[in-house]
């Protein structure tokens, strides 16, 4: 199966897993964004829920390049439909958007970001009035908007700008007690060193806690130091050099590592060790659920760690999976009480907060529950997979696609003729819910997935086993398993 990376061309704008993405100055241009925004913009009016008779259109961004430029054009693609356009005066969190969109019950948002993606692209994510991202019902129809031709001319008048920053930091304020945090986290010695990566989070943690956070790269850079804008162990080397040289001296620190938009978190603990949502979800499980007045299920995706089961299940609550992509987490927040609902790829939403992934609350909620247990983060990981019995490591690998063909010959080899044994361990059980789940072997912590992505042209495989040898070989059996076709 070939792997090799193809020549980009641009195609119709089409919506992945959350949002359009797309290479900038090829698929993301001034025209397409137009384009976009108006047939979102005509959607969010048409979609209103009965009884919110609000004209207001939120228009947020975050630091890429052109992403304020093509914002101005965002709002004015509003302004054609004959909507209230309200912009963001300086880059925001993506999670900010959706909450002020709840706070001013306006229409919905619009943000100018491509998340984690490689600083070459670019997109639009769409906000619905309930303050969350809308559903694959609502982008095929804006996509159907777009194949008609459904699309105005921009508006000319002038745009209303607004402060997004100080009344959603205010709001977070409200569900954590950031002062005595920030006391709590003074007295237990733990200090918080932020990675915000070039991203839209830059400065947010810090103005909620004050000195007891630092920070590295808050700077603009729309290179993002020449990768994605992904906190992932590879991209974190400079974090988790700095927290080893703490703890050489002595020091207790835990690193926190927000991807471009803010809405996503990964940590690194006092040893300088990565720690993937995949084990961060389960720490918040823990610490949420033992509060009894705090309702609801936890939601999960099928590529989360079984860690999170057997947490869940220790605190009494209700597990639900679903496919990949926060937009099927938020269906279900929208349908019944839920206490988080977590991804894989580092976002974590609160039944308590929105319908929606938030990297700042998430952090804020860590450092909650280490004070809590007044243990720094990988002492009180380690007690947490002492007493589920499961001892995990977890492992992604991303592979680019080659031609189409290769593409649509594995999905056929995945649906008619799964592998019957992986790296040597029989498959015990297969999940199609989203791409393909295989699970070795008996009883949980131990899988590989594989999953075509929503937003990038890649091959996405998943493991997770007891030993870090396990998963790197399971990986290996997957990586040839795929090119052998």
Partial sequence: MSLLPLKHSAGPIRFGTDGWRGVLGVDVTAATMLQAASAAAQELAAAAPEGLDSREVLIGFDRRFLAPELAELAAAAVQGCHLLPLLANDPTPTPTMSWLVRQRQALGALVITASHNPPEWLGLKIKGSFGGSVDSAFTRRVERRLQAGSVVPPGRGPISRFDAWTPYLAGLSQLVDCRMLAQRLKNMGLRVLVDAMHGAAAGGLSRLLGPSVGEIRGCRDPLFGGHGPEPLAPNLWDLTRRIKAAGILEKTAVGLAFDGDG??????????????????????????????????????????????????????????????????????????????????????????????????????????????????????????????????????????????????????????????????????????????????????????????????????????APSVERVQATLAWAEAFVQGL
């Fill in 263 to 464: 809405d996503r978190l990964a940590a690194v603990d006092e040893t300088g060790a990565f720690c993937s949502t995949q084990q961060l979800i389960p720490l918040l499980i823990d610490h949420l659920g033992r509060d009894s007045s705090r309702p609801g299920v936890v939601v999960k995706t099928v590529s989360g760690s079984d860690l999170m089961t057997s947490v869940a299940e220790h605190r009494g609550r209700r597990v639900v999976e679903t496919a990949v992509g926060f937009k099927h987490i938020a269906a279900v927040m929208r349908q019944e009480a839920v206490l988080l609902g977590g991804e894989e790829s580092g976002g974590v939403g609160f039944g308590h907060h929105l319908p929606e992934r938030d990297g700042l609350l998430a952090a804020l909620l860590v450092l909650e529950a280490l004070v809590t247990a007044e243990q720094p983060l990988g002492e009180r990981l380690a007690t947490l997979q002492r007493r589920s019995g499961l001892q995990l490591h977890y492992d992604r690998l991303d592979l680019r696609l080659g031609a189409p063909a290769s593409r649509n010959r594995l999905l056929a080899v995945l649906q008619q003729q799964p592998p019957r044994t992986v790296a040597g361990e029989p498959v015990t059980e297969i999940n199609h819910r989203d791409g393909i789940k295989l699970r070795l072997g008996e009883g949980r912590g131990h899988w590989l997935m594989l999953r075509f992505s929503g937003t990038e042209p890649l091959l996405r495989l998943y493991c997770e």
